[in-house]
C-alpha cells in the first residue's frame, strides 16, 4: 500500500501527513535551539566584550581529545540511522545492534566529558570567578562549564532514553508498521550531534 | 516504502465518547491525575483563580502602603516583624509586594489562565478531537505547573524574603545577593520559574500538535474559531520564547549559585545582557498574555452580535503579523538603559508597526458590533469592556513607543497604568468573559447573570478608577515601585490622588468577592446548563454540558466557518459548524455560493 493511500485510509481528518510524535518531536526541538540560541548569544556577547579572558584552545583545552569526542558522536548518528532504516525493513536483530552501539558511543561520550570536568578542575578552569586559576579570565571558565555541561545533560537525557528505547525493542515493540518511537529518538539524537558541531566549533576550534 | 506508522495519541485511534457507557474511572483518574483535556482545564482554572487571589492580595497591600503610608495595616502584625513590625510595611517587604505582585499575576495567573485554561478547555472541542495530542504530556504539564507555584508561594516564608529585585529581575540587582539583601528568594524565584517553563512548553507542544494534526474532516484552517487561531499563534510564541527565559534563568541562578558572572560587571559580566535576553522573552511575552484575549473576545462579540465576525481572514492574518513584530521590537523596554539612538530609532518603528495589526481587530470588532443585534449578556458585556480598554491601553503604548516621549515617562506610573490597561482591562476583561461563556460548559452550570452583571459593572468602574489617574500621576513624575511618594517633595501634593486610588482599588479587590461567590455558589446550586446555552455554532455546543470523557460519540463532520449567525434565509440566527447543510433550509447552495 502506498503511503498517501494508507494516509487517508487511516485518517480521513484534517492535517499535516506528520503522525503526532513526530510533530511533537519537531516542535519540541525548535524550543530547543531557542534554548542553545540563548546560550550561544550570550557567549558570543561576552567574548565581543571581553576577549582578553579567552586563552589560546590549546592552551588549557585538550583539542584532541574532544576532537575525538565528537568523532565518536557523529558516528553514532549513523549507527541510530542503522538502528531506523533497520527497522523500517522489519529487522529486529538490526534495530537492537545498532541502538546497543549507540548507547555505548552515547554513554563513551559523556565519560570522556566527564573525565575532561575532572581534569580540567585540578588544572584551575572552573566556573567560579572566584576561584578561577586557569589561564584567560572567569568567563571563560563560566561559558565554557554552561555551554558544555547543558549539552552533556542532553547527552545523557538521550542516553537514558536511547536505553528505554532499547528496552522496548528488545520487547519487539516496534515493527516495520509501528518504527515511530524510534524515529522520533533519531530525531532528538541528531539534533543533541548537530549542537555539539556548533559548540565544539565555537568553545574548542575558535 | 510501508504504510504510517500507529501511535498513541494518532488521530485514528482516538477514543471517542461512549454513549450510554458509564464511565468507570476512579476518582484519582478522573479528578486529580486526569488526562481529560477538560478536568486539567478546570484544575488550570482553579490553580490560577488562586493565584489571581494571591496577587490580587499583594496589590492590596501595595495599594494600603502608597494610600496611607506608614499606617498600620488593621491585623497586619501577622505578616511577621521581618515584613510588617506593628502592620507598617517595611520598605524591603515592599520591594518584595511589587516584584511578587508582577511576577505571581504574569506567570501564575494571567498566562495560565488563557493558555492553560482556555487551551485545554477549547483547543480538542474546537477542533472535533476526542482529546489532545499527547493526554498523558498534557497532565504532567499541570502537575509541573503546581510546584512550581508552590516554589514561588515558598519563597515568602524563606529568611530574608521573596524576590525584591522586580518581575524583571534586572542584574546585576537579581545576580548579586550583597546587593539586594534576598538570599534564597531570588534562587527560589529563578528555580520556580525555570520549572513552570517545562509546563508551558509541554503544553505548546501538545496545543501546535493538536491543532495541525487532530481537525476533524471539514475544519480547515480558516474555519478555526478565532481563539483556536489566537492559542495556535500564542503557542507558537510560548515554544519559541520561554526557552529564551529559562536561558537567561539559568546564567541568573549560576550567578547566585555556583559564583558564575554572567551579568555581574565586577568580573567582565554584562548587566545589559539580562535586559536583552529578558525582554527578548518579555515581549513576546506580552503578546502571549494578550492573543488568547482577542480570540476570545472575537468569539463572544460575534456571539452577542449575533453577527459574522467582520473580516475573519484579516482578524488571522493581524494575528500572525502582531506575533511576527512582537519578536522585533524587544529593545523598546530598554531605550533608556544605554542604547544606540539610530537603533532606538528602528525599535520605536517597529513598535509603532504594530499598531496597524492591532488597529486592525479594532476595527474589525467595531465592525462586528456595527447593526447588530446586540445581546447584552455576562460574557458579552465583559468583551465590549476588553475592546474599549484595550484600545485606551494599545494608544498609551504608543505614547512610550515614541523615544523622546518615553524619556520622560519611563519607569513612571504612566506604564503602570499602560501595563494594567492591557493585562487588566484587556486580558483579565476578555478572561471574565470566557469564563462566564464557558462555565455552563465545563461545569454544567450557569453563573448567576444578576451577579454577573453587578460584577462587571463594579469591576469596570472601579477599575477605571484606579488606573486611568495613574497616567496623570506618571506624568507627575512618580516613579513606579516607589515606597512613599511623600519622601519627595514634588510628589507630596499628590498624596490625595494616591489615596482615592486606593480606596478605588480597596473597592475594585472587594467587588472580586462578588465573582467569587458567584463561582462557587453556582458550581453547586446555579441553573442547569443546556448544551448550547449562548446559540453559539462551534463544535462543543452541540454536545451536553459537560461534554462526556471523550466528547465527542464519532468523529464530527465540520461543513461551515464558525461565525455563521443571522444568515439569510436560514431558519435559526446561528448555524452549528457541524449541522449537515440538509438541515438548513433550502437556500444552502446559494449561501455556499456567497461565501465562495
Not at chain 2, 509603532?352 to 465592525?367: D, E, R
Request: with cysteine.
Amino acid at each position: 500500500m502506498s503511503e498517501a493511500a494508507a494516509m487517508s485510509a487511516s485518517r480521513p481528518m484534517e492535517g499535516m501527513r506528520v503522525y503526532n510524535l513526530k510533530l511533537g518531536m519537531w516542535v519540541f526541538l525548535l524550543s530547543e535551539v531557542m534554548f542553545f540560541s540563548s546560550l550561544i548569544g550570550a557567549y558570543i556577547i561576552l567574548r565581543f566584550a571581553h576577549p582578553e579572558q579567552w586563552a589560546e584552545p590549546n592552551a588549557v583545552l585538550n583539542v584532541p581529545l574532544t576532537g575525538f569526542n565528537t568523532f565518536m558522536l557523529i558516528c553514532s548518528s549513523v549507527t541510530m540511522v542503522k538502528a531506523f532504516a533497520a527497522i523500517e525493513h522489519g529487522d529486529q536483530a538490526g534495530l537492537r545492534k545498532w541502538l546497543i552501539a549507540t548507547i555505548i558511543l552515547g554513554a563513551s561520550f559523556v565519560g570522556i566529558q566527564v573525565y575532561e570536568y575532572i581534569k580540567l578542575g585540578h588544572e584551575g578552569f572552573v566556573p567560579a570567578a572566584a576561584a578561577y586559576a586557569a589561564e584567560g579570565g572567569p568567563l571563560y571558565g563560566s561559558t565554557f562549564y554552561t555551554m558544555t555541561g547543558f549539552h552533556g545533560a542532553h547527552v545523557t537525557i538521550g542516553v537514558l532514553a536511547l536505553i528505554f528505547t532499547a528496552i522496548r525493542a528488545f520487547q519487539g515493540k516496534y515493527s516495520a508498521e509501528d518504527y515511530g518511537g524510534v524515529e522520533i529518538m533519531g530525531l532528538y539524537w541528531h539534533f543533541v550531534d548537530l549542537v555539539w558541531i556548533i559548540l565544539f566549533t565555537i568553545v574548542y576550534l575558535i | 516504502m510501508s504504510t504510517m506508522p500507529v501511535e498513541v495519541g494518532h488521530p485514528s485511534v482516538q477514543h471517542w465518547a461512549e454513549p450510554g457507557h458509564a464511565d468507570d474511572r476512579s476518582f484519582i483518574r478522573k479528578y486529580v491525575f486526569s488526562t481529560d483535556h477538560k478536568v486539567i482545564g478546570c484544575q488550570f482554572l482553579i490553580l490560577s483563580l488562586t493565584f489571581l487571589l494571591v496577587g490580587g492580595l499583594l496589590a492590596m497591600l501595595i495599594r494600603w502602603q502608597l494610600g496611607w503610608p506608614g499606617l498600620a495595616i488593621p491585623g497586619g502584625s501577622i505578616l511577621g516583624e521581618a515584613k510588617a513590625p506593628g502592620g507598617i510595611i517595611l520598605p524591603e517587604f515592599y520591594n518584595s509586594l511589587v516584584t511578587m505582585h508582577g511576577t505571581f499575576m504574569i506567570f501564575f495567573a494571567i498566562m495560565p489562565l488563557l493558555v492553560g485554561v482556555f487551551g485545554n478547555w477549547l483547543i480538542p472541542l474546537h477542533v472535533g478531537a476526542a482529546d489532545m495530542a499527547f493526554p498523558r504530556l498534557n497532565m504532567a504539564s499541570f502537575w509541573t505547573a503546581v510546584p512550581a507555584g508552590l516554589i514561588m508561594l515558598a519563597s515568602f516564608f524563606v529568611t530574608g524574603g521573596a524576590s525584591s529585585a522586580g518581575w524583571t529581575a534586572y542584574a546585576p540587582l537579581s545576580a548579586s545577593p550583597e546587593l539586594s539583601g534576598v538570599y534564597m528568594g531570588q534562587k527560589l524565584w529563578c528555580i520556580s520559574l525555570i520549572v513552570l517553563g517545562f509546563s508551558s512548553l509541554m503544553g505548546a507542544v501538545n496545543y501546535i500538535t493538536t491543532i495541525v494534526n487532530m481537525r476533524a474532516p471539514g475544519m480547515k484552517w480558516m474555519r478555526l474559531p478565532l481563539p483556536i487561531w489566537a492559542l495556535f499563534i500564542t503557542a507558537i510564541l510560548v515554544l519559541l520564547a520561554i526557552p529564551v527565559l529559562t536561558g537567561a534563568l539559568i546564567l541568573l541562578l549560576f550567578d547566585q549559585t555556583i559564583g558564575t558572572s554572567f551579568f555581574l560587571p565586577a568580573d567582565g559580566g554584562q548587566p545589559l545582557m539580562w535586559q536583552h535576553l529578558f525582554w527578548y522573552f518579555g515581549h513576546p511575552e506580552v503578546y502571549i498574555l494578550i492573543l488568547p484575549a482577542m480570540g476570545i473576545t472575537s468569539e463572544v462579540l460575534s456571539n452577542g452580535a449575533r453577527k459574522p465576525i467582520f473580516g475573519y481572514k484579516f482578524m488571522v492574518y493581524a494575528l500572525v503579523s502582531i506575533a511576527f513584530l512582537g519578536w522585533i521590537v524587544w529593545g523598546h523596554h530598554m531605550f533608556q538603559s544605554g542604547m544606540n539612538p539610530f537603533l532606538g530609532a528602528t525599535f520605536m518603528t517597529s513598535t509603532m508597526i504594530i499598531a496597524v495589526p492591532s488597529a486592525i481587530k479594532v476595527f474589525n470588532w467595531l465592525g462586528t458590533l456595527w447593526r447588530g443585534d446586540i445581546h447584552f449578556h455576562t460574557p458579552m458585556l465583559n468583551a465590549l469592556a476588553f475592546v474599549a480598554m484595550f484600545v485606551i491601553g494599545g494608544l498609551s503604548g504608543v505614547f512610550m513607543a515614541s523615544t523622546p516621549v518615553d524619556i520622560y515617562i519611563h519607569d513612571t506610573y504612566f506604564i503602570v497604568a499602560h501595563i494594567h490597561y492591557v493585562l487588566f482591562g484587556g486580558s483579565l476583561f476578555a478572561i471574565f468573559a470566557g469564563i462566564y461563556f464557558w462555565f455552563p460548559k465545563f461545569f454544567g452550570r450557569m453563573l448567576n447573570p444578576t451577579l454577573g452583571k453587578i460584577h462587571f459593572v463594579l469591576t469596570f468602574v472601579f477599575y477605571n478608577l484606579v488606573f486611568f489617574p495613574m497616567h496623570n500621576l506618571g506624568l507627575n513624575g512618580m516613579m513606579r515601585r516607589l515606597y512613599d511618594p511623600n519622601q519627595y517633595e514634588f510628589l507630596a501634593p499628590h498624596q490625595p490622588m494616591n489615596t482615592f486610588i486606593s480606596v478605588s482599588a480597596l473597592l475594585l479587590g472587594t467587588a472580586q468577592l462578588i465573582f467569587m461567590f458567584n463561582f462557587l455558589w453556582s458550581l453547586r446550586a446555579g441553573k442547569k446548563a443546556p448544551p448550547n446555552p449562548w446559540n453559539a455554532n462551534s463544535l462543543e455546543w452541540s454536545l451536553p454540558s459537560p461534554p462526556p470523557h471523550g466528547n465527542f460519540p464519532a468523529m464530527p463532520t465540520v461543513y461551515r466557518g464558525p461565525y455563521e449567525y443571522s444568515v439569510p434565509g436560514h431558519h435559526r440566527d446561528y448555524w452549528p459548524q457541524d449541522e449537515p447543510p440538509a438541515e438548513g433550509g433550502h437556500r444552502t447552495a446559494e449561501r455556499e455560493e456567497v461565501h465562495a
